[in-house]
């Protein structure tokens, strides 16, 4: 595949980087970009990451050999009216969206289905916008494709291999199904995560103290808290019936510990913490899911006037990048008290290596 024309309705995070990532990977493909901000097209036009910006769901679409549906989930079912307008009998249409059952619905629908695709690639960030897209946000990811029974086996053969040419990793899912298994791997965790961060925002005092300690085990289990609100309100809109389906369980078993602690049931407690830590250190560690693996270690520094640019200069001089740097105040359940985080995982082992070389205990997480 040497000439690509691609579209994409929507270019934030998901779309944008899959455009940064066409543009990285493919020669010579050309990217069409419509967004409802002015703002986020000419930043794509500026970084040459969209060749042609359009001011609406036009025939600019038309030449496309995909098209990428990249809007909010809800957003998506209701373009089609303008897409099925515009679009080419010969283009293979798409989407990102986290739930899948509602575009199949609007597809078939719109009468679209011999030429449509479903993609969810399960990657993303806390961070949202173009502005925070990359290429290597897809790398080693899954991308589960879901396509129609009536797509032909060829499209779907050619989107998958140019899936993997963009470095992530395709799978082929039922739409169902795929509904089924992120509602309980990622929509009811990002419910249980914002729903713990509002606990302990409407029960902290006016002291702050619960927001002082927040680290460790309480910023892990929520950093998923800080993704996009609108987003997450669509998705959970989208796909009500899964996530009540594994709230009900997962709030029997709440009782279940509830019941346990009025007992003082000391087996069942230890059984559910020996359980889950061994199921939860059986998944890869390798990033592929609804969030990339994050890319950190841990230092023992003294706490000496700049020793932080210390550090930073050892990493410059052995070319490491760094993304983010701080100081690690709650020890509960981290060791190290510098923390440092890097782009990806070449970067981090470079930045190990060099460290070692020096009187610093550094760890892994």
Known sequence: MTSLTCGFIGLGLIGGSIARALKEKIPNVKVIAYDVRPETLQAALETHTADIAASSIDHSFSQCDYLFLCAPVQKNDANLEEVKKVISPSCLLTDV?????????AV??????AQFIGGHPMAGSERTGFVNSRALLLENAYY???PTDTVPRQKVD????LVQKLGAIPLILDFGLHDYVTAAISHLPHIIAASLVNMVKENDGSSGHMKTFAAGGFKDITRIASSSPEMWQNICLSN???????LD???DSLTRVEDALLKGDKDFLYNTFETARDYRNSIPNSGKGTLPKVHEI?????????????????????????????IVHNREFEDGVLRIEFYDEEAMNAARTALKQYPYKVYDR
């Open 298 to 326: 841990y230092i023992d520094v003294p706490d000496v006037p700049g020793i932080i640019a210390i550090i930073a200069t050892i990493l410059s001089s052995n070319s490491v990048s760094i993304k983010n740097i701080g």
């Open 240 to 246: 009500p019936d899964n996530i009540r389906h594994f």
């Open 158 to 161: 050619a989107y998958r291999e």
């Open 249 to 251: 369980i997962y709030r």
């Open 108 to 113: 078939e629908y719109a009468g679209l289905s």
């Open 97 to 105: 969206g986290s739930v899948k059952s509602g575009i199949h619905s």
């Open 144 to 146: 589960i494709l879901t």
